[in-house]
């Protein structure tokens, strides 16, 4: 057979690092002592929907700035470092705006001007404020029509999908300017009542608000330059794809095990149900593409650096390819397992009480985000073949 | 004389592949050691193996004594990588290099050892396997071949199958029943070291789904095996065949080295989807193609990075034994779907066969998606492996 350019050097490669090791077990820890099944089911009920007092305590162990820059209070490491932090939240389906306020600082550190960094990354890094995105989803129009005094923009329009907009200090909004896209660091103390309306998502560990605005002014200060906003997204898409993968691939382990321990306990016609091959054979399935996707995943951890434009990092695609088939490969295991999970647990599964049925939920919501499986294929298609 | 470092011996290797791969012998050469059904490609084979392993290419790192090279396995290694690259044939002995050598290697007394191992390497006595029966596949704990211990001697009757080789075969590794009355049917079973070539044994060539020969079943009428050919002792047959079944399916080293089948690799499938067209386009640009293309790409992907993530121990603490256990039911399972995926990209050219002129690749990716077959059912069937998993790696109930 004729041989077609070799792509294998394109694609991701296995490794760990000490960091990630050391982070691995130190989240497995926490998420495991923080985010109990009981708990996870009091902060369903609560409105904020997480505890401040866990995110404090985040904000002490130093995660939400471990790819902030030194000059900046952060620990200037890879973001991918935190994977196994994102793997254990989505083992514990840990509530938290963990994920979403690291994104938010990504977003700054690509796009924002030094003054952004230097006043938001530190108070971001040390989890002394929460930040989110709006970067624009599916029927978003949120747009400058004038401009202010300082040479800031009066916005209007209706941003959707803001995870914990209602309790984030800051929001990472994307409008257009004279058919320009642009990206400006809105403060959430100067929402005028009434702004902000709680949606009602899949996902019950989660909190997601609509925002709309009536000439609200965004000053100067806050605005990012127009050049940096391709960058700054690139980045965030990418990362957010990284970070919701790792949570998704926690969340299929779980849901396994969960299972798992059913099939080993329930009871029919004379037999644990674990017995009969119609469970036992789909639910190995399951974890078979959890195995590949945590491979996926810890490839895509690994080459993440080829990505994100750090000195050093290999000027190649294989960090984006890694991250992309990771995301696609976390979607399919999750929402296997998670579906299969329901289905086995029988008329218990149909309740609100099975955990199964917020997995599914859960892999709903982090499939949506930062493209889903067909979204990334389609990308990979382009970046292969 | 210092041993070569691995550089110098990867450089030697490379070397003597570039010069001594055969050309085309002008007759077709079986895909895997369960497709040698005629004798030109037996013999073709077994010079070949014997060539290389002459030349210190297989069995590097089996000890000296033993008739290996003493080496190390990364010696080894860097050999196979030598004759992939040079796409040399497979080596036909591959019950002996991969699961008998190990097998007495690991567990076999001296004077076993001593008889077998250099022969198996040189493929100067072919190896078989006897584990399945006629009534006794899947269930292989039910194995009913009758050894009944007469003075120096077991007698056996009973029947095998699926025996790849046994025509050609001078030794086999046997399951059988030693003790009827043992209190299970896994404590009745013994494992041997059996000659073949002895009177009261007889095989029979079974034709497979490819329309190729290479598996025979192969009977016992009274043949007479000396008791000094059993391993791991009278009764503890299944421990034997289990430990066998591990290297077999790759979740245990100590194999002699090359490769003993061909299969798609990642840039064959992907080689050939971008060569063919369907409607007068590239078969990529059909979005449909694509998606699947890139499913296979993925799970291909997944099975080489599994590889290397078992290395860290970080990352396989929550599951340790699960990548080793899940090894043989994914490649078989993935060569099959890559191979009828491969069909699906020739479009009409898919109603070809081996053979045919106006075949893509004389037939090639048909024959591998029906040979793929042999190994989603041979050593364990998916769904036994499934069953495996599940109790032992996730701590499901048996199945009963």
Known sequence: MASAPDISDRLGRMGLSEEQADLMRVAAEFCREQSPPERVRTLIDDERGYDPAVWRQIGELGWCGIATPEEHGGAGLNLAEIVPVAEHMGRTMMATPFLVSTLAAEAILAGGTDAQKSHWLPRLAAGEIVGTLALGEAGDQMTALGTAEDGGAMVSGRATLIEHAAAADIIVLAFTQSGTARLAILETERLPEGALRRERIIDDTRRAYELTLRTFELPAANLMPAETVTAARERVELAGALLHAADMVGGAFRVIDYTADYLRTRTQFGKQIGSYQALKHPLVDAFVGYEKARSHLYAAAHSYGSASGRPGARNDMSGEIAVRMAKAQAERAYAFAADRAIQFHGGFGFTYDCDAGLHRRRALWNASRHGDARAQKKKLAKLLF | ?400
Not at chain 2, 43 to 70: H, I
Not at chain 2, 73 to 100: S, V, Y
Not at chain 2, 258 to 284: F, K, N
């Open chain 2, 1 to 400: 004389m210092t041993d070569p470092t691995v550089e110098e011996f990867a450089r030697d290797a490379e070397a003597w592949f570039a010069e001594n791969t055969p050309a085309d012998p002008g007759f077709m050469l079986p895909l895997t050691f369960m497709e040698v059904g005629e004798d030109r490609q037996f013999d073709f084979l077994r010079d070949w193996q014997r060539k290389v392993y002459e030349a210190g290419f297989l069995g590097a790192a089996w000890p000296a004594e033993y008739g290996g090279g003493g080496l190390t396995d990364a010696h080894q290694k860097a050999a196979t990588r030598a004759m992939r690259n040079a796409k040399a044939p497979i080596f036909l002995n591959a019950i002996g290099l991969n699961w008998a050598g190990p097998l007495i290697l690991d567990t076999g007394n001296e004077a076993q050892k001593s008889a077998y191992l250099k022969n198996i390497l040189s493929a100067e006595d072919i190896w078989c396997q006897g584990f399945s029966e006629p009534d006794n596949g899947s269930d292989l704990g039910n194995a009913q071949l009758k050894a009944v211990r007469d003075g120096d001697d077991y007698v056996l009757d009973g029947s095998k199958i699926w025996t790849t080789q046994g025509n050609y075969a001078d030794h086999m590794i046997l399951l059988a029943r030693t003790d009827p009355d043992a209190p299970n049917k896994y404590a009745g079973l013994s494992f041997f070291l059996a000659p073949m070539k002895i009177p009261g044994i007889r095989t029979q060539k079974l034709q497979k789904l490819t329309g190729e020969y290479g598996f025979t079943q192969t009977f016992f009428e009274g043949a007479r095996i000396p008791a000094s050919t059993l391993i791991g002792g009278e009764g503890n047959g299944w421990k034997v065949a289990m430990r066998t079944l591990e290297y077999e399916r790759g979740a245990r080293g100590g194999q002699a080295g090359g490769y003993v089948s061909i299969s798609p690799d990642m840039m064959g499938v992907l080689d050939l989807a971008r060569q063919v067209e369907r409607d007068g386009a590239p078969a990529l640009d059909d979005p449909v193609l694509a998606d699947q293309m890139l499913d296979h790409l993925m799970d291909m992907h997944a099975l080489s990075l599994g590889n290397e993530r078992r290395r860290l121990a970080p990352l396989v603490e929550d599951h340790p034994t699960a990548l080793p256990m899940m090894a043989k039911l994914e490649f078989s399972e993935l060569f099959r779907a890559v191979s009828q995926f491969a069909l699906t990209l020739l479009g009409p050219k898919a109603a070809y066969y081996v053979g045919e002129p106006n075949s893509a690749d004389d037939g090639w990716w048909a024959r591998s998606y029906l040979n793929a077959f042999s190994a989603t059912i041979g050593g364990g069937t998916s769904q036994i492996q499934k069953n495996i998993i599940g109790e032992h790696v996730l701590g499901l109930p048996k199945t009963r």
